[in-house]
């Protein structure tokens, strides 16, 4: 798979060695989306893809003082995601071959290192921010993020407007990184908190 580096990437690169997290974030929409496609044609899961996608670009901006070493950013972005997508699929493979037993043993066992799998610890502290919300922000931003359904879908269902739907969820996300700001860095905040939408 071949990425379109970015005109300005080496530039883009060096801010966020240096800690700029709009530079990363500036990274993070322009390659999220395409990284997204190759990985969904993979595992055919848009969670699965989402989640493979976010921890790559959390090591990222974990890593970010390294990148300056790095010859092919774009290859990079690629390779790390490549390989995450990978591990998925040889482990998916090995579970479906194995007996469901065997299966439950192995999956009470595994306990994925969270270098691995950054985003999961985050994930559960925006699960314990998200339990704080007012209810109907509540209810709205479970429906959005959670069960991906449209803001149109959410107002029919809650018997709201959509551009009421859309404060909820503008406000759930404002409460979120005030609760969180403390506890998690603001650039892996906003990944985490970005759903993965394609066309």
Known sequence: MAIKPLENEKELLAEIAMGSQRAFTELFEAYYA????????????????????QDTFVKVWLK?????????????????????????????????????ELESRLLENLA????????????????KAVEKLPAQAQRVYILSRYERLKHEEIAS???????????????????????????????????????????
């Not at 950013?73 to 579970?95: G, H, P, S, V």
């Not at 290192?113 to 985050?122: A, C, G, M």
Request: aromatic share 6%.
């Open 34 to 53: 395409v990284l997204g496609e190759y990985v969904l044609k993979l595992t055919k899961s848009l969670d699965v893809s989402e989640e493979i996608v």
């Open 157 to 199: 269902q809650l018997g709201i407007s959509p551009e009421t739907v859309k404060k909820h969820i503008q406000y759930a996300v404002s409460f979120i990184k005030s609760e969180l700001k403390s506890s998690i860095d603001l650039g892996i905040l906003a990944v985490i908190l970005s759903p993965l939408i394609l066309k």
């Open 112 to 127: 994925e290192d969270d270098l691995e799998n950054p985003s999961q610890v985050y994930r559960a502290l925006i699960d």
């Open 64 to 100: 970010r003082a390294n990148l300056l070493e790095i010859q092919s950013f774009t290859n990079y972005l690629f390779i790390l995601c490549r390989n995450r997508t990978m591990d998925f699929l040889r482990k998916q493979a090995k579970e479906r071959a194995e007996k469901a």
